[in-house]
């Protein structure tokens, strides 16, 4: 007799509606039970879980607080997949809305095979995430308290000539501002918190050098221009595994939120745009190595190429050029962990037919011209979108 079960799962805050669904035939779904699981009780939830076959699987929607629901239901013996949001609620469009018809959908989605699946992460890399992250945020949050107190300076009209207002000789520059009493007040509180956000980022880098295992993958990354041990740990952990995820480059760009997005209509064509709806933590690592890369003295001439036709010369439109050069960046990360093979720099055809007897070396002016014909690194170029690298 055709019988399959599975579990849906609607979580909240403190407590989960679960519902036991069967299906019978094609089509033909039934409910056998529901319960409300109070998360404070844990107990009374493993008993409850523990009346169900071993290997069932449990539809669980990738909303905040999953991980631990994860956990215990792999630990209980269960089989649990994360549902992607935006596509459940687009398959849950016109429906009814209630907890037992959450619980109940998301049961026969899974049941149908319609069930949006999306990566479920170990609980190792979880918790590397969840240290990367935090100096994300201590990054973020140091940069804010930067712009604060360049904020204050504005407001008096204060200009100076550092290039980093925060070293030595622009703290003492601080320091010695003659300032009304409320200015001087905030101002020395924002240096003070940059102070303290400064000394946890150092703690956590340095326990990220003393502690992260460097496998073989972060190991090839770090040998890409602009990423170095911290990035490539940030990028090693948010992807995951990524033969099993991305089934070509474009599918990996788009992941990271670097593959731009047509706005077209009819004969009018749009301005291309990134979307927001990626992996921020991914975009920002890559945003990252571009912004160092650019100042690096190895960075491939096929990058410093792009950065420079796209901003006219480093006067217009940084922005954009930043996210491309990230971009090619993240094709970069996509090929050289498929292949498993350390950067290389490989010359440019132009480099290459120039050093041909009778060939043209390009000069620093020519540079734009040469980017507008070779569009891509050569370690990526030519690699079609959908081919398997072995």
């Not at 409910?31 to 009780?41: M, N, P, Q, T």
């Not at 480059?249 to 992941?255: E, G, L, N, V």
């Not at 990626?278 to 950065?307: D, G, M, Y």
């Not at 050289?336 to 093979?341: A, C, D, T, Y």
Request: aromatic content about 8%; glycine content about 6%; proline content about 5%.
């Amino acid at each position: 007799m055709f019988v399959r079960t599975a579990l849906g799962w609607d979580l909240h805050r403190r407590f989960s509606t679960v519902s036991q669904v069967e299906q019978h035939a094609p089509g033909e779904f039934r409910v056998i039970k529901r319960a409300r699981l109070e998360h404070a009780d844990r107990e009374a939830m493993r008993a409850w879980l523990a009346q169900l076959p071993p290997g069932t699987p449990v539809a669980l929607e990738g909303a905040f607080g999953w991980p631990w629901v994860a956990d215990l239901l792999t630990e209980l013996g269960l089989d649990p997949y994360l549902g992607h949001p935006p596509a459940l609620k687009v398959l849950a469009k016109n429906e009814a809305k209630s907890d037992r018809a959450d619980a109940d959908r998301l049961a026969r989605f899974w049941l149908r095979g319609t069930f949006p699946k999306c990566y479920l992460s170990t609980p190792e890399v979880r918790q590397i995430r969840e240290r990367v992250r935090y100096r994300m945020a201590l990054a973020r949050t140091r940069t804010e308290i930067k712009n604060r107190a360049h904020a204050v300076l504005h407001r008096h009209g204060i200009l100076h000539d550092f290039s980093d207002l925060f070293g030595k000789g622009g703290r003492a520059f601080l320091k010695a501002l003659d300032l009304p009493a409320a200015s001087r007040h905030v101002l020395d509180g924002w240096l003070n918190l940059l102070d303290d956000v400064t000394a946890l980022l150092a703690d956590v880098e340095q326990w990220m050098e003393q502690n992260l295992e460097e496998d073989a993958i972060v190991s090839r990354l770090k040998t890409i221009p602009g990423i170095g041990l911290i990035l490539a740990h940030v990028i090693r952990a948010e992807v995951g595994q990524l033969d099993e995820r991305f089934v070509n480059r474009r599918k990996f760009t788009s992941y990271a939120g670097l593959a731009p997005l047509a706005d077209d209509s009819a004969d009018r064509r749009g301005r291309r745009h990134i979307s927001p709806a990626c992996n921020h933590t991914l975009r920002w690592a890559f945003i990252e190595a571009a912004a160092t890369v650019q100042h690096a003295k190895n960075c491939p001439r096929s990058l410093r190429s792009l950065h420079y036709r796209l901003t006219l010369g480093n006067r217009v439109r940084k922005q954009e050029g930043r996210v491309a050069v990230a971009r090619e960046l993240a094709e970069l990360v996509y090929v050289i962990w498929k292949k498993g093979e350390p950067y290389r720099e490989i010359p440019s055809p132009q480099a290459r037919r120039a050093a041909l007897p009778g060939g043209n070396c390009c000069a620093a002016g020519e540079l734009q011209s040469v980017r507008s014909k070779e569009t891509r690194h050569p370690i990526v170029h030519g690699i079609r979108s959908g081919e398997t690298l072995s």
